[in-house]
């Protein structure tokens, strides 16, 4: 059974959390404080759900459905590392 490590999942999560809070940044919703929290708690679980998923893919099929969830993890963790990065530099 596919399994990540730890490490990523952790980066993943954090990434995909920092994604999500700078896409509401674009249509004007600020995600702070018990926000962040909650969102961050979703994208944990919603990690450690498609990882379970995994398991009940075909092994044929199953590079097919890794690589698209490890696009749509790129792409938000891009926003993520954006987002981060800019939070960065203000101070």
């Known amino acids: 059974m596919f399994a990540l490590p730890e490490e990523i999942k952790v980066l993943v999560a954090f990434l995909v959390t920092q994604g999500v809070k700078a896409v509401a940044n674009l249509f004007g919703k ?35 459905v890794q690589s698209a969830l490890a696009l749509v993890a790129l792409l938000l963790s891009s926003f993520g590392t954006h987002y981060t990065y800019k939070g960065i530099n203000k101070s």
């Not at 944990?44 to 995994?54: H, K, P, R, Y």
């Open 30 to 64: 600020d995600i702070g404080g018990v926000g962040a929290a909650g969102v961050a708690v979703l994208v944990g679980a919603i990690v450690f759900f498609a990882e379970g998923l995994l398991g009940l893919v075909s092994p044929e099929k199953q590079e097919v």
